[in-house]
Every structure is written in structure tokens, then in C-alpha cells.
């Protein structure tokens, strides 16, 4: 399962870029391929937020 570390093993890796709209701040995070759609979906409606790229990691 999923913890939403980055250490998932559900499947490969995927790191999610996010900007703040309000300050201009980027953010990194790490989710599984599942975690990481639910968290785009989250990310769509808040309005402070926006993401700037989604790629998958290679081991």
C-alpha cells in the first residue's frame, strides 16, 4: 500500500511539482501512480495551487 512517501509499492514513483499562486513557491512531492492522480485531483480544486509538472521517476 501507498503511504504517500514516495516509498510506494503500488507501482513506480511519480514526483508532482506544485506552485502556490499566492507566494510563487514550488513544492516537491512523491506519490505512487494511483496516489499521485488523486492528488492532481485535489490540487485542480484548490485554487491556491497549480501544477507546474508530473513525471515519472526512474530507478
Avoid: F
Avoid at 1 to 7: A, K, P, V
Avoid at 9 to 37: F, M, P, W
Avoid at 38 to 44: H, P, S
Wanted: aromatic share 6%; hydrophobic share 30%.
Amino acid at each position: 500500500m501507498c503511504d504517500r512517501t514516495g516509498n510506494c509499492s503500488n507501482d513506480d514513483t511519480c514526483q508532482l511539482v506544485l506552485r502556490n499562486g499566492h507566494t510563487g513557491i514550488e513544492t516537491t512531492e512523491y506519490y505512487c501512480k494511483a496516489h499521485l492522480v488523486l492528488r492532481i485531483w485535489e490540487v485542480e480544486a484548490d485554487d491556491d495551487l497549480e501544477v507546474v509538472d508530473a513525471t515519472k521517476l526512474w530507478h
